[in-house]
């Protein structure tokens, strides 16, 4: 059974930072690829960015492409998510994915588990 838990949430000023981690239960975390999605209230899950499996590429939304960046720590089944120069328009519900085959993707679709979201907040 594989579990993913999230952390560091929070409420924050336009302009600020916050980092996102995302724990994952499982022996072959280095083959997964991991994606950040987030849901506003009454809106769609939407990606965010996605790691394909260990040393893979990396993709961002538009709306987020300079300003947050994926990582992870194989080491620690962990993957970050540096948000930077927060806006107001970022606040939503962050889930952590796992696609335990690997390919990675923008849509919400082939990853088979998620995180139980935690909450970011921007204030303007």
């Known amino acids: 059974q594989v579990r993913l838990v999230e952390s560091g949430g929070g409420l924050v000023q336009a302009g600020g930072s916050l980092r996102l981690s995302c724990v994952a239960s499982g022996r072959t975390f280095s083959s997964w690829s991991m994606g950040w999605f987030r849901q506003a209230p009454g809106k769609e899950r939407e990606f965010v960015t996605c790691s394909r499996k260990s040393g893979g590429t990396t993709y961002y939304a538009d709306s987020v492409k300079g300003r947050f960046t994926i990582s992870r720590d194989n080491a620690k089944n962990t993957v970050y998510l540096q948000m930077n120069d927060l806006k107001p328009e970022d606040t939503a519900v962050y889930f952590c994915?796992?696609?335990?085959w690997g390919t990675g993707s923008v849509r919400p679709g082939p990853y088979d588990y998620w995180g139980q979201g935690t909450q970011v907040t921007v204030s303007s």
């Open positions: 994915a796992a696609d335990s």
